[in-house]
């Protein structure tokens, strides 16, 4: 079933033009890839997807799916080194996506947010401040916040950036894992386009007037091919 069916989508700023003629369905369970060149468009798709930019042209079109029920983790997240927030809070704040308010977080929030934490094996790190983490560590907490908002789709902008090779490798596991294990569809932009570290089902790729979308084996024959 696809959750998000895209067609003929052209997006851009004002009158400039970023992408054009998008087809893509993202069914459930999907695990894409979505790679390019800086400035080809990624995270330009990305905000179309998320309903923050309206389509020049085309539609988007969500199935079962509300926009602010996918889960999003920005490329880069700062938080003030003098704000003493424990890890629980900012998984917590991910939990925020309702379209009800109230004051206080509720039991199930709560209980939300722990599982988060547990899945991603830093139940452990809850009381810590998130400033003392390490790179490795802040990125699965803020994964796991992202996981608060959603158990349908997560849109992961570049969430390596910044890893050492271990750290990259762990966190990677963890994302395939909440694909192959909990059935969250997943959409990250990447880098990593050597073949050890192509994960997931399908790859978009973004190159201008060369637009690929479909299987890794696919876009590896292709690669090969060029």
């Known amino acids: 079933m696809s959750l998000i069916e895209i067609k003929n989508l052209t997006l851009g ?27 080809s468009g990624k995270s330009t798709l990305v905000k ?18 509300k926009q602010n029920f996918i ?26 996506n309702s379209d009800e308010y109230k004051m206080f977080y509720t039991k199930k929030q709560k209980e939300e ?20 983490l390490s790179g490795g560590q802040r990125q ?6 992202s996981l608060c908002a959603t158990s349908k789709l997560l849109i992961l902008d570049e969430p390596s950036n910044n890893l050492d090779s271990k750290s990259k490798a762990e966190l990677y596991n ?19 386009l050597d073949h050890d570290n192509l994960i997931g089902n399908k790859i978009l790729s ?14 590896v024959r292709r690669v090969h091919n060029d």
């Open 113 to 132: 947010a722990e599982k988060n934490l547990k899945i991603l094996g830093i139940e452990k790190l809850k009381n810590k401040c998130f400033c003392d």
């Open 140 to 145: 699965k907490v803020l994964l796991a916040r």
């Open 13 to 39: 700023y004002d009158k400039d033009v970023i992408l054009k003629h998008i087809n893509m369905n993202i069914e459930e369970k999907d695990f894409i890839c979505i790679v390019g060149p800086n400035g």
């Open 48 to 65: 179309g997807i998320l309903g923050l930019i309206k389509p020049m042209k085309g539609k988007v079109i969500y199935n079962g799916l």
């Open 174 to 192: 963890a994302i395939t894992d909440l694909n192959k294990t909990y059935g969250i569809t997943i959409i990250m932009i990447t880098h990593d």
């Open 71 to 96: 889960g999003y983790m920005p490329q880069e997240t700062k938080v003030d080194s003098n704000f003493p927030a424990s890890v629980l809070e900012i998984v917590l704040s991910g939990t925020l």
């Open 206 to 219: 973004l190159r201008e007037d060369d637009i690929f979308f479909g299987s890794v084996e696919e876009f």
